[in-house]
């Protein structure tokens, strides 16, 4: 276990749903990251929160919005999401420092489907 | 601009043989370094880190090499087990605004381990 748990695992949803992923890290970093994983590709940077302020947003559709409500949570809600945003999404978490102070901790993911 | 990529997609190697994974990047002014392996199901843990000022990096049965003159990254893993079968990744670090940063992935490599 990596101290960053990801809920639900896998979700299949309709594209007129509206479903929200949950991460949660109890590492006590103070960033987290959402990251969409597509088959044969490299993994793709979507969101970025430091102390739960959004600092990096790597052009996302609007279809995809994430909440940072504390520095230990992150959302990603999701609504008329399309086919191709089919793909593992995941969170992770770091925290600047001593020792490997860029590693980042990633969650198990969530499978995502959409129909 | 930024890119990290893998040479080889895949490598499939016997049980006890030594393991290379490639990476190149673009970004010569990348200062630190990550690999990650990812196992079926999960997300990816960290293996080992080098900065920039480093050529080599050694942990427990893997080696990174970094080569700064053709910016490239690989990952040697000794005696190479069944447990070692996943898909691996190199990250490069770079600025994301102000004092914050962002890692960049390549595409990943899957080793595949014959037993």
């Known amino acids: 276990e990596t101290g960053v748990t990801q809920t639900p695992r896998h979700l299949v949803m309709g594209m007129t749903n509206k479903k929200s992923l949950k991460c949660e890290q109890h590492?006590?970093?103070?960033?987290m990251y959402w990251y969409k994983q597509s088959a044969k590709k490299p993994l793709e940077l979507m969101f970025v929160?430091?102390?739960?302020?959004?600092?990096e947003n790597n052009s996302v559709p609007s279809r995809f919005s994430p909440e940072c409500p504390n520095s230990s949570h992150l959302f990603l809600h999701l609504h008329t999401l399309q086919p191709e945003d089919s793909a593992l999404y995941l969170c992770?978490?770091?925290?600047?420092?001593?020792?490997?102070?860029?590693?980042?901790?990633f969650g198990p993911g969530t499978r995502l489907t959409v129909l | 601009g930024e890119s990290v990529g893998l040479h080889l997609p895949t490598l499939s190697v016997q049980e006890g043989d030594n393991s290379i994974i490639n990476c190149a990047y673009s970004?010569?002014?990348?200062?630190?370094f990550i690999w990650y392996k990812q196992e079926s199901g999960k997300g990816p843990q960290f293996i080992i880190d080098?900065?920039?000022?480093?050529d080599k990096r050694q942990g427990q049965r893997v080696t990174v090499l970094l080569n700064k003159t053709v910016k490239h990254l690989s990952l040697q893993i000794a005696a190479t087990q069944p447990g070692d079968s996943a898909v691996y990744f190199c990250?490069?670090?770079?600025?994301?605004?102000?004092?914050?940063?962002?890692?960049?992935f390549g595409k990943g490599t899957l080793l595949t381990v014959n037993p």
């Open positions: 590492l006590g970093h103070n960033a």
């Open positions: 970004n010569s002014a990348s200062d630190y």
């Open positions: 992770a978490s770091s925290s600047a420092g001593a020792g490997r102070a860029y590693e980042q901790f």
């Open positions: 080098i900065r920039s000022n480093m």
């Open positions: 929160y430091s102390l739960e302020e959004r600092v």
């Open positions: 990250a490069e670090k770079s600025r994301s605004g102000g004092s914050n940063y962002k890692l960049t």
